[in-house]
């Protein structure tokens, strides 16, 4: 599994992404607020959404784990 992870400290603002969703590297699965910014974290490969490991208004880390993406789904 490939993570798609945050890059900031922040507040799960918005799930973008479900669970068995197709993504594309570079598609947000979520959207992180912080200091009135919103940050997309995005997919890093090409996939499906195989599990999300937040809830939106959770609070994560620069580095947490936000998804799952299964690039052998479809391959």
């Given at each position: 599994m490939?993570h798609?992870?945050?890059?900031i400290?922040?507040?799960?603002?918005k799930?973008?992404?479900?669970e068995?969703?197709?993504?594309?590297a570079g598609?947000?699965v979520?959207?992180l607020e912080?200091m009135?910014m919103?940050?997309?974290?995005?997919?890093?490969?090409?996939?499906?959404?195989?599990?999300l490991l937040?809830?939106?208004?959770?609070i994560?880390q620069?580095?947490?784990?936000i998804a799952?993406?299964?690039a052998?789904?479809?391959?």
């Amino acid at each position: 599994m490939i993570h798609a992870r945050a890059e900031i400290v922040g507040n799960v603002w918005k799930i973008v992404a479900r669970e068995g969703d197709p993504v594309a590297a570079g598609d947000a699965v979520a959207i992180l607020e912080t200091m009135k910014m919103e940050i997309p974290v995005v997919a890093p490969t090409a996939g499906h959404v195989s599990r999300l490991l937040v809830d939106e208004g959770q609070i994560v880390q620069e580095g947490d784990p936000i998804a799952e993406i299964d690039a052998t789904v479809g391959a």
